[in-house]
């Protein structure tokens, strides 16, 4: 605890890295990133097929960069090698399995205990914990002896199965596109419509659905699965049933309620983290990327979030050293 931390952000998704960046290139001193995975963005890697497009455009919205990572779209490996470029490029301190549990406010300084028993001080706090990194669960028990062929990503599926994809929104309706090509592939959703995924991913997948290469099962919901000599039973609402090799859901994420109580970050009544245009919540707290709201799930919209985020410590909200302060 001898350093006191000009920044300190906590998840190195595109949001952590960008607000670590524009924080080194506007001549902050003191920054540390913490990150409980073993690299950087982590979700991409666990929830993005190789070579998956990755667009800077977000559901039709093509986001005006704002800060100096020069994200143009590309593939999920030129994403990551983006990324890479950037953290070796500015010499980031940051501290990889390590994960915080706990923020605690003292005067006018944070202190941020971690899994491994350190703590840390900072003046100013980004937390950038993607949503993704707590995916949604379903209600109904799923048996135990299921475990390995439930899955949450793509990534465990070996191809030639009969796969039930299982959601609504834009994580499903990819997981469904990137897997079809080696399965019998169902999507499933309690809605008679799918309207929340990007138009881009519904154009995808009715491509595919025309061509009778993926099936669809929507107005329905499931009420329970069982195990059957290894495999799902997936009992539905309408009462009918069926067998398959293998479940993803696709379910998206939710903020990380239990941390939030942790913390000194200001909740909203549904216990979300309440953002203003400048993506302050309370004096030296911000919130950068999913858990901001503005445009969650767009990598430009993350990248901006930095940007904005170290502009707006340094100009209005700034606690460093006064030789770093704009007026």
């Not at 949503?131 to 002896?145: E, F, H, L, R």
């Not at 154009?203 to 329970?224: F, H, P, Q, R, Y």
Request: aromatic share 8%; charged share 25%.
């Amino acid at each position: 605890m001898s350093t006191i931390y000009d920044i300190a952000i906590i998840g190195a998704g595109p949001a952590g890295i960008a607000t670590s960046c524009e924080a080194i290139i506007l001549g902050v001193k003191e920054i540390i990133l913490f990150e409980k995975s073993g690299n950087h963005s982590d979700t991409i890697r666990k929830y993005f097929k190789d070579n998956k497009p990755v667009d800077k455009a977000w559901k039709g919205i093509d986001v005006v960069l704002q800060g100096n990572i020069n994200f143009d779209g590309g593939t999920k490996e030129s994403t990551l090698e983006l990324f890479e470029d950037a953290l070796e490029k500015y010499l980031i301190n940051a501290q990889f399995h390590t994960e915080v549990t706990e923020i605690i406010k003292k005067n006018d300084q944070f202190i941020i205990v971690t899994n491994k028993n350190e703590s840390y001080v900072a003046k100013n706090i980004v937390v950038a914990i993607g949503k993704m990194g707590k995916p949604n669960k379903p209600d109904y028990k799923i048996p135990k002896t299921l475990s390995k062929v439930i899955n949450f990503n793509i990534l465990a599926s070996p191809g030639d199965e009969k796969v039930l994809v299982v959601g609504g929104g834009d994580s499903a309706v990819e997981f469904a596109y990137y897997i079809h090509d080696k399965n019998d592939v169902t999507l499933t959703y309690r809605k008679a419509a799918l309207t929340r995924p990007n138009p881009k991913n519904i154009a995808n997948l009715m491509e595919k659905v025309d061509a009778s290469k993926i099936t669809l099962k929507l107005g329905v919901d499931i009420s329970s699965i069982e195990d059957v000599e290894g495999k799902v039973k997936v009992n539905f609402t309408d009462g009918s049933t069926e067998t398959y090799d293998r479940i993803i859901y696709g379910l998206g994420g939710s903020t990380p309620k239990e941390f939030l109580k942790k913390t000194p970050i200001v909740l909203d009544e549904k216990g979300n983290p309440v953002v203003n245009e400048k993506n302050l919540n309370s004096p030296g707290i911000y919130i950068a990327g999913d858990m901001a709201g503005h445009l969650g799930g767009s990598i430009a919209s993350a990248l901006n979030h930095g940007y904005i985020i170290v502009n707006d410590i340094l100009k209005n909200n700034c606690n460093l050293d006064d030789d770093l302060c704009m007026t």
